[in-house]
């Protein structure tokens, strides 16, 4: 997004623009990051990354804090652990690969994470929450900033107290997605609690939570006056809600040319094979919704990039290029995939 005026500042860093992609296991990697950040995404989140991954010798779960070579830049580190001493060692020794910005997650509500005292589980600690990021402001040269929800359940809404915490030991910014642990992704966000974060403390809070269209986006900011919206599972194959552009909007060529763009992103990070793999987890994303489940069963029996491409050369002249998405939802494409 081309802006002259930062939208919000993470201490002394301008961020440009007020679309942010939510961090995701599985799907917040290289590839989809570099198509998001082409439609706008103004502030890349890494997956969350364990820290005592980050202490031992180098493993797979490293690779989870790489950025795209083209420049993915400001760009955020999220790790996540239930020892303060060891968050600063893990922070400490990844903040000179490619971080703008570390964040602490306190909203995951996996049981392995949380019920281990990670993730929104540090919620319950409010001294673990204090002492993590008194140490890491302390230490760090970059910003340090958290993700939390509203509190384990209903009986234990915290959300303000532990803010308050995280800014008075040197957050520089506040993400909350307004669920609590116990709600897990189900029921209604509380944007309530969003106006009511932003209120109450004096740096930028970032929304999350039940936004799904362009005008979403915009009643999140206008209910809370947030400073950025954070968009997670309504922005997998549909990047375009990033540049404000609903889905419906779209042609099918619109959809396939990304999707293209897309394959060559993960073959070029993974190499052939798991480039293969990881977009086809993308896939069901891009064509969901669109009455194209036989060409969806055969991509994900193809094994070679050849194959891929003339599949979906096939899905591309099966069904015509303008067709608009809200006119393919109607129409039952029963054709036959592969010649």
């Keep these: 997004m081309h802006m002259h005026t930062p939208t919000f500042h993470v201490r002394n860093l301008p961020i440009y623009g007020d679309t942010i992609l939510s961090p995701m296991a599985a799907y917040s990697d290289v590839p989809f990051r570099a198509i998001c950040r082409q439609f706008g995404a103004a502030l890349h989140y890494t997956e969350f990354v364990p820290t005592e991954a980050l202490l031992g010798d180098p493993n797979p779960l490293w690779r989870r804090l790489d950025v795209h070579p083209a420049s993915e830049h400001p760009m955020v580190f999220q790790i996540f652990g239930n020892d303060a001493q060891q968050i ?14 570390i ?69 520089a910014l506040v993400a909350l997605h307004g669920r609590f642990r116990s709600q897990k992704y189900r029921g209604q966000a509380n944007w309530d609690a969003i106006a009511k974060l932003k209120q109450s403390v004096n740096v930028p809070v970032l929304g999350n939570g039940d936004v799904q269209t362009v005008a979403d986006i915009d009643r999140l900011k206008a209910h809370t006056g947030c400073d950025g ?43 052939t094979q798991d480039g293969l793999q990881n977009i086809n987890r993308h896939l069901k994303k891009y064509l969901s919704g669109l009455a194209l489940k036989q060409f969806l069963r055969a991509f994900q029996a193809v094994e070679t990039i050849t194959e891929f491409e003339k599949l979906l050369g096939v899905m591309e002249t099966a069904v015509p290029a303008t067709i608009p998405i809200a006119e393919l939802r109607k129409i039952p494409y029963f054709c036959t995939p592969v010649p």
């Design 229 to 271: 919206v954070m968009i997670g599972r309504a922005a997998l194959g549909n990047p375009w809600l990033l540049a404000r552009v609903d889905r419906e909007q779209l042609t099918f060529g619109q959809i396939t040319a990304v999707l293209r763009q897309h394959l060559h992103e993960a073959i070029s990070y993974y190499g």
């Design 88 to 101: 600063l060692y893990a922070a400490q020794r990844i903040e000179g690969w490619g971080a703008d910005i």
């Design 103 to 171: 964040d602490i997650n306190m909203g995951c509500s996996v049981p392995k994470v949380s019920e281990k005292g990670a993730g929104v589980g540090m919620m319950r600690q409010p001294k673990l929450v204090a002492e993590t990021f008194r140490l890491l402001s302390t230490h760090l040269h970059v910003p340090v900033t958290g993700k939390l929800r509203l509190g384990w359940d209903e009986a234990s809404e915290n959300y303000l107290e532990i803010a308050k915490i995280m800014v008075d030991n040197g957050a």
